[in-house]
């Protein structure tokens, strides 16, 4: 039954619901694959009978006659910022080591009401803070591709979501939950050549998700196809009255109104993306891509996002911010790690319990936070990045009064072996330069695999729509997916 | 301008006060959660998840309260912020969960308005005086440290954290003790009568932050000023103030400077102290909080929020002196507290009703009776009376036999004294204990025959010109029928026979 673990989400829905293969035969089959995929460390805490009990459940409802929900019968992994009823839930920080919630997160909540199975909590980076998974209390991710070169390195499977990466790309889950605050579904996607989309911020409910900054903050899925997440993106969204940033609108049927025929569309492509000394495979990567859409009927448009260049600093400003804010209620009073040391008072418990508790990257953020917003520096810094912000909105604005959809790379380069940038933070800053724009302006954003690159490894297109037109980036995404060919997988080394 | 003065070694200072109202906002739940808010609660056991900050939570604001701060900023005249947004105010302390208080430091919901504290020469407020309020915003309470469960440790209770405060900021336009205490006592009428805040100081629900600096009289610069934190009673306010005055002037006539400091005041010895200074204040890192959306209120809200206000103490001030015909004191004592005009129009409607006359026609009578006759008799009833048997219809039926002649005002308390203690109707009370006033004039008249004929000499006196003999008559009468006869009959009889 081990090919059950090459289907994707509908595949698996479908044959679920057309009695090819039983839920519970599909939970089994990636427990298994789970089981043996320890090298990877793609989780934290490993749920195998929350799977089985999911797919029973779906199994059950079939045999009654009942109707069954539009993930029935599929496993997948839980990004580890998801609160989970029961099941620890840690943001990859020791500080919340150990800590069960006694809540269900809304999107999760959601998934498991759409029939969905949960395989186990997904690694990352602490508090989502990260590009290659390396700042994980529990040790960093294996991205399941190596290179050709004859070199062994261990890669990054990028972050901050990259236990979904490497679990989906290394076929232990056929989708996984992500969440991106600037880059962090889509970046991870591209490192292991798999989809994944951050939708309109607000289409998601962030009600029990671990908050790193929650202007920013936004779930999403990540699969293999983009049909998957398509259908999984539909589950997972919706209003939510617990989150006053959640949007009052509709959710669309996004899978079934799936399109790749893009005549009459027009392609943005923005010029201050071609940045001087970009990789020539990342350039080329884009060129198929241009090429792709094209073909697909699209006219393509040149367009100009004059403020680019301040995003990744407006993002270090607002991001940290939010975080150092956020992340104050870890403080040993109430839940999560306490260190008190003999004869301490409240400040040295707070010092103690913080000094321990958190990574070098969270204090760095949550430093780099309180300074811009204290006295004297907060018009200097906080009040600067958020015009800005505003300015790269309207960029988007204006640009797409132009386009319809707007074509870029993911990322500036492949996936790095482990440690390569872990001592130089502003080397790992700038992997997010391409993703990080979209997010300061709220937008649906898609990564895409397109090709190989010369060492073997996968490369990313990513697609920005219009506010709540998910549907336009699905559908550019489809289209460059249909064309791209792409079908490699990793070897399996693990 | 009040006439506050303190004479000290180099000259004469005066005062300058303002006040910073933290009152806690009527409503079930709480700012950004849907736990409870009742006060006395178990520790811990009205805390929802949001309260408890745990990973992930959300605040989602509570219409109610926003509604609560709207009616009490329209009811000071001010400027209702249709567009308002939250920040968070951070800083670490045990009884914050979030690790930041959710207040509004940028935009508030209301903006200036003002209220007028009321003239009292005794108090040394020569006339009516305008305070101008800066602004009122929402915010997060904390909540409580308990200190005494535990030999080394201290314990947290967070049944209030997240219960919506409104601060209301006055400007620093008080210039006395008095002033200030005027300002809280009537924005604490206000409240009330908004129905905003219970403006139980005591229970925590109304408190004062008091900042106070000095200068010479003629000075027109500010001096340097001092916070004095969480005052809970108008007493203390008052106390806090004249304490830091004094203290203030010796620091500067000693050669000194006033250190712009946060303040504690202790109750027991009525004086401030230090709680931290400038240099080591918070930096609350003030920023807009991500998890809200800027508030926006729309005019059907706006309009709603101002239809459902009550008529407030002014006004109400007004028609009691204007449409009833109180007096001034009348109407300020009866317009002092919720409970006690609501009391009086209750009575007041009952009274007209049974007497089938307007309400400006027992208005008087009945602002009396509700102001010192019944509160005499039930103060000296004490435990014995039982405050349910006085029912307006049977306060409004001692009354009513009273417009009528057909009792004394003595005699209305001694039936109001049964009704307190056995729930009596008075008609049945008068009629039974013989509390009731002799009108037959037939009775008077023998009364009076037989007084004549026993006081010729005084008669003659009387007819000669001797006026205030007629006081000795009506005595004599009066007592000739043992107090129950109708002294209005009883002076036109005495008039008519003594001629």
Redesign the interface.
């Known amino acids: 039954m081990s090919d059950l673990t090459n289907l994707g989400v509908k595949a698996i829905r479908d044959g679920v619901a057309a009695g090819d293969f039983t839920a519970r035969e599909v939970a089994e089959a990636f427990n298994a694959n789970v089981a043996a995929a320890a090298d990877l460390n793609a989780f934290i805490v490993t749920t195998p009978e929350h799977a089985l009990a999911a797919a029973d459940a779906v199994d059950a409802k079939r045999a009654a006659g009942e109707e069954l929900g539009t993930m029935a019968g599929v496993p997948i992994g839980m990004k580890d910022l ?2 989970t009823r029961g099941v620890q ?1 840690t ?1 990859a920080s020791a500080i ?1 080591e150990g ?1 069960k ?3 269900e ?1 809304t999107v999760s909540q959601k998934l498991w009401d759409a029939g969905a199975g949960m395989l186990g909590k997904l690694n990352l980076d602490q508090f989502a803070m990260g590009s290659s998974n390396e700042t994980s209390h529990f040790g960093n991710v294996a991205n399941p591709w190596k290179a050709n070169d004859g070199g062994n390195a261990v890669l990054a499977p990028g972050g901050s979501s990259g236990g979904s990466s490497a679990a989906v790309a290394a076929r232990l889950a056929p989708a996984a939950t992500g969440t991106d605050t600037g880059g962090s579904i889509r970046q991870p996607a591209a490192f292991t050549g798999i989809s994944g989309i951050k939708p309109t911020y607000g289409r998601c409910s ?6 790193f ?3 920013l903050d936004q779930a999403g899925p990540m699969a293999r196809s983009v049909e998957d997440c398509a259908v999984m993106l539909g589950a997972m969204a919706g209003f939510d ?5 959640s949007l009052d609108a509709p959710v669309p049927d996004w899978a079934g109104a799936l399109n790749a025929d893009l005549r009459g569309k027009k392609v943005g492509i923005p010029k201050e993306y071609r940045m001087d000394g970009t990789d020539a495979e990342i350039l080329a990567s884009w060129d198929d891509g241009i090429a792709w859409l094209k073909d697909a009927g699209a006219e393509v448009v040149d367009v100009s996002l004059p403020h680019t260049k301040y995003a990744l600093p407006a993002y270090y400003i607002v991001a940290p ?2 975080a ?2 956020n ?3 870890y ?1 040993g ?3 999560g790690l306490r260190d008190l040391p003999e004869g301490a008072g ?2 040295d418990m ?1 010092a103690a319990t913080r000094a321990a508790g958190f990574g070098p990257e969270v204090k760095r953020r949550i430093m780099l936070g ?1 300074y811009v ?3 004297g520096f ?1 018009d200097a810094y ?1 009040t600067q990045a958020m015009k800005v912000r505003t300015l790269i909105q309207r960029d988007f604005n204006e640009a797409f009064d132009k386009c319809d959809v707007i074509l870029a790379p993911t990322t500036p380069t492949a996936a790095f072996p482990l440690g390569d940038k872990l001592d130089d933070p502003l080397a790992m800053y700038l992997n997010d330069v391409f993703s990080v724009p979209a997010s300061l302006a709220g937008l649906p954003a898609m990564s895409v695999p397109s090709r190989l690159n010369a060492k073997g490894l996968p490369l990313g297109l990513q697609l920005v729509g219009k506010a709540m037109d998910e549907q336009m980036v699905l559908n550019a995404g489809l289209a460059i997916e249909q064309r791209s060919g792409f079908d490699a997988q990793p070897e399996k080394w693990w | 301008m009040s006439n506050y003065r303190i004479e000290g070694a180099t000259g004469t200072w005066e005062v300058v006060i303002g006040l910073e109202v933290h009152a806690q906002v009527t409503s079930n739940a709480k700012l950004f959660s849907g736990a409870s808010t009742a006060f006395g609660a178990e520790p811990n056991s009205q805390v929802s ?1 949001v309260d ?10 509570n219409r109610e309260c926003i509604r609560q701060a709207v009616r009490t900023g329209m009811a000071i005249e001010a400027q209702i912020n249709a567009w308002s947004r939250f920040d ?1 105010k ?1 800083y ?3 009884d914050l ?4 208080q959710i207040s509004q430091l940028y935009h508030p919901l209301v903006g200036e308005g003002q209220l007028t504290i009321e003239a009292d020469e005794k108090a040394g407020i020569p006339a009516d005086k305008v305070i101008r309020i800066e602004r009122i915003h929402v915010e997060q309470d904390a909540g409580k440290l308990m200190h005494d469960q535990h030999p080394t440790m ?1 314990y ?1 209770d967070l049944n209030r954290t997240g219960v919506a405060l409104m601060e209301i900021v006055s400007r620093p336009d008080m210039t006395s003790p008095a002033e200030a205490g005027a300002y809280i006592r009537k924005l604490r009428s206000i409240l009330r009568y908004v129905g905003s805040c219970d403006g139980n100081m005591e229970e925590g629900s109304m408190r004062a932050d008091v900042n106070v600096s000095v200068r010479k009289v003629g000075d027109t610069e500010l001096g340097t000023r001092t916070e004095t934190k969480n005052v809970n009673s108008v007493r203390f306010v008052m106390q806090a103030i004249e304490h830091e005055v004094r203290r203030q002037i010796d620091v500067l006539e000693d050669g000194g400077q006033i250190v712009q400091e946060t303040r504690l005041f202790d109750p027991n010895t009525g004086t401030t102290r230090s709680m931290r200074s400038k240099e080591d204040a918070h ?1 609350y ?3 807009p909080d ?4 800027p508030l926006e209120l729309d005019q059907a809200f706006l309009d709603e929020c101002r239809a459902s206000l009550p008529e407030l103490p002014d006004a109400k001030r007004a028609r009691y002196t204007g449409e009833l015909g109180l007096t001034d004191y009348n109407a300020r004592e009866l317009t002092a507290e919720v409970e006690t005009f609501a009391r009086f129009e209750t009575l007041l409607a009952e009274t007209a009703r049974a007497l089938g006359k307007p309400e400006a026609k027992v208005a008087t009578p009945v602002a009396n009776w509700s102001l010192s006759v019944a509160p005499g008799v039930i103060k000296a009833l004490g435990d014995e009376g039982d405050m349910a048997n006085a029912t307006p219809a049977r306060q409004a039926a001692i009354l009513k036999m009273q417009d009528a002649g057909e009792i004394s005002g003595g005699q209305a308390k001694e039936i109001f004294e049964i009704v307190l203690k056995t729930g009596r109707e008075p008609d049945e009370i008068a009629e039974t204990e013989g509390l009731k006033q002799v009108s037959d004039t037939g009775a008077i008249e023998e009364a009076i025959a037989a007084i004549m004929a026993a006081n010729e000499d005084k008669v003659a006196e009387y007819r000669g010109g001797k006026d205030k003999l007629f006081g000795f008559f009506v005595g004599q009468t009066m007592k000739a029928m043992q107090g129950k006869a109708n002294p209005a009959v009883v002076n036109q009889l005495l008039k008519d026979k003594l001629g």
């Open positions: 998801f609160a839930t943001a919340l800590f919630p006694e809540y997160s962030r009600w029990g998700i671990v908050a900054a929650s202007s009255p617990k989150d006053s940033t911010a939010e150092s804010s992340l104050a209620r403080d009073v109430r839940y409240l400040q707070y309180t917003l204290s006295a907060y906080y | 998840l408890a900050a745990m990973p992930g939570m959300l605040p989602v604001p968070r951070n670490f302390y045990a969960p979030q690790g930041y201290s947290v930096d890192r003030y920023f991500p998890d809200l959306l």
